[in-house]
């Protein structure tokens, strides 16, 4: 028997409730590949920490961002379901890679520049800055064959690539160079007030994001209230018209209808009319991943439980990918 490739992936808890874009460009890819991969979803805390976070609303994010991933059909029987924090081999890995990573090549990171500007950079933490460093060693721990993200996430996959090449290089071969796994038609989904953005959960339009466990009637309003164009025709052009070409890719996807026999079905009829469409194909989604979200949430001890478990199991892929790492730079080992 061969064994399964093995596959990473993580999110942060940095809302109470995951998007649209997370469940499209991440969930739904994960859910398909945790059948044919050895596969390790966290929920990337320590990544979340990089800005502020009231302590409380953290942890109530993190299971909430638990409680998603199962109900969204990841499960903790197949796939190995973390929080990122209960396994320390990613910090001490990070270490290490900071080490290795010069300041010009992380000073490159367009989405550090992109959060920097944001918040203006002595607002910004050093951690932010070494944020992608922090991710690199989050992929290498498990030597994952393939990482499945958003487009946005592909510089970040480079950076670990390159990473990994230099260590292997310096100190012997040790880290297997991971693949990005990256959709095309579902790498980005777009906000649905401002579609030359991506669907984000720091947007400045709370309008133009699908929130998971938004209730049914605040997401029709959002969908019903998108920002299209004046031209009135369901053509699919991502230049011309963002806005109609989001909406079709959000409908191809969940509705699994390819976008070819979108334009035909609702050719002379208005954008009201695909937006009701889309309204009823998007609830009948995401109203049962909200609702199975809610019956975990009913029982947060078990639900701990499952995530220690799980953490248990990460552990013995990371610390021993750790305690290679420690020997190849030279540290020494504790006498036991
Ligand atoms: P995060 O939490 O920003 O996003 C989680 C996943 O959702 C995808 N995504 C989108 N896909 C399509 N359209 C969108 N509008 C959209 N917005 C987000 C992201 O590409 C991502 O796959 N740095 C990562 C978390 C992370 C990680 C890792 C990922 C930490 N360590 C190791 C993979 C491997 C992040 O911020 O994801």
Known sequence: MTAKPRLLSGMQPSAASLHLGNYIGALMSWKALQETHDAFFFIADLHAITVPQDPATLRENTRLTAAQYIAAGIDPAKSTLFVQSQVPA???????????????????????????????????SVGLFTYPILQAGDILLYQAAEVPVGEDQRQHIELTRDLATRFNARFGETFRIPEPYILKETAKIFDLQNPQSKMSKSSESPAGIVWLLDDAKTTAKKIMRAVTDADGRVVYDREAKPGVANLLTIFSVLGDVPISSLEEDFAGRGYGDLKKALVEVVESTLGPVRERTLELLADPAELDRILAANADRANEVASATLADVYDKVGFLPRSS
């Not at 490159?108 to 920097?116: E, G, L, P």
């Open 90 to 124: 990613h910090a001490q890995l990070a270490w290490v890679l900071n080490t290795l990573t010069g300041f010009g090549e992380a000073s490159r990171m367009t989405q550090f520049k992109d959060k920097a500007a944001k918040q203006g950079s002595d607002a910004a």
